[in-house]
C-alpha cells in the first residue's frame, strides 16, 4: 500500500490549508483513516481519525477549528484545517489501516507533508 500526501504550505495564521492523502496498492478494503503530526522537537500526535462509516475523533487542540474526510471510493482522506495558529506548524503524516488479503489488518504510513503557519 503506499500512500502520497499533497497539499500544505505556507499560510498566515488564522488562514487556512488542506492536505489530501490517497492511498494506492493491493489491498481489500481501507478501514481507519488518520492524520498525524510532528512539530520539531516534540513527539508525533494524532491530530485527526476517520473510520469507514464516518465516524470522526479529533485532537483537543484542533476540535472546531479541523475537518477530517474521506472518499472511500478514491482511498482518499482529506484533513480541512481552517483558522491555522503558529503552533500547527508541523510536517502532516497520513496514516491508514488496511485490509489486505492473506496477510490480516496493517498500518501504512506517508511520506509527511509540512505545514507552516507564520505570525
Known amino acids: 500500500v503506499q500512500l502520497q500526501a499533497s497539499g500544505g504550505g505556507l499560510v498566515q495564521a488564522g488562514g487556512s490549508l488542506s492536505v489530501s492523502c490517497a492511498a494506492s496498492?493491493?489491498?481489500?478494503?481501507?478501514?481507519?483513516m488518520r492524520w498525524s503530526r510532528q512539530a520539531p522537537g516534540k513527539q508525533r500526535e494524532l491530530v485527526a481519525s476517520?473510520?469507514?462509516?464516518?465516524?470522526?475523533n479529533y485532537a483537543d487542540s484542533v476540535k472546531g477549528r479541523f475537518t477530517i474526510s474521506r472518499d472511500n471510493a478514491k482511498n482518499t482522506v482529506y484533513l480541512q484545517m481552517d483558522s491555522l495558529k503558529t503552533e500547527d506548524t508541523a510536517v502532516y503524516y497520513c496514516?491508514?489501516?488496511?485490509?489486505?488479503?492473506?496477510?490480516?489488518?496493517?498500518?501504512?504510513w506517508g511520506q509527511g507533508t509540512q505545514v507552516t503557519v507564520s505570525s
Open positions: 496498492g493491493r489491498f481489500f478494503s481501507i478501514n481507519d
Open positions: 496514516n491508514v489501516i488496511a485490509f489486505i488479503p492473506g496477510a490480516g489488518t496493517r498500518d501504512y
Open positions: 476517520i473510520t469507514r462509516l464516518g465516524i470522526t
